[in-house]
């Protein structure tokens, strides 16, 4: 039911789509940028409903303790996940990415806030460069109510060019508050 609300919405509200998830990769960290907003998830998430993409997100384990809640969450793509004590959690996520069997994309904001932040989290490519899968760069372009799929970069391990790549790529995206989003991701 709330996948055809998600859904509904966003056609109401009069979005596209541009791109698609390359059919080869079966397994990547799905860049959602600019992050602005409340409703970026909720568009996002539609537009991933909408073309059938099965794209997940984290939240921490201790919210699927409530039935109600779980229930909720899971029909969304949620995947509790928990800091081990002696695991960083770039470890506990890339290890539970590379055990999962079939498909796994996971939707992470690399600006970790809706506020304006100066410094990019890091921990998206430190996820992706560990378990060895791509990143997939989606944005919601709001001035043309596009959202975009794609496209991918395979992250080398030279952290600075590729996220000069990164940044090229959300070079004139319009976010929902414009003022609430920096491309300058090194602080």
């Not at 990143?135 to 391990?157: E, F, M, Q, R, W």
Request: hydrophobic fraction near 40%; charge should be positive.
């Amino acid at each position: 039911m709330l996948k055809i609300f998600t859904i509904l919405l966003f056609t109401l509200c009069g979005w596209k789509i541009i791109g698609a998830m390359p059919n080869n990769i079966n397994k990547s960290i799905v860049v959602a940028g600019p992050h602005t907003s409340n409703f970026d998830f909720i568009f996002a998430m539609a537009g991933f409903y909408k073309h059938k993409l099965p794209v997940n997100y984290l939240i921490k384990k201790s919210w699927l303790d409530n039935i109600l809640l779980k229930k909720l969450f899971a029909n969304t793509g949620a995947i509790g996940i928990q800091r081990e004590e002696n695991n960083s959690m770039v470890d506990v996520i890339a290890e539970m990415i590379s055990s999962h069997k079939g498909n796994l994309h996971i939707m992470i904001s690399p600006e970790g806030t809706r506020k304006l932040t100066h410094k990019w989290k890091t921990g998206f490519y430190q996820v992706a460069l560990k378990a060895n899968i791509p990143l997939v760069l989606t944005s919601l372009d709001y001035s043309k109510k596009l959202a975009h799929i794609g496209p991918v970069v395979n992250p080398t391990g030279n952290y600075e060019i590729d996220m000069l790549k990164i940044k090229d790529y959300y070079k004139g995206i319009v976010p929902r508050y414009p003022k609430n989003f920096s491309l300058q991701i090194h602080g």
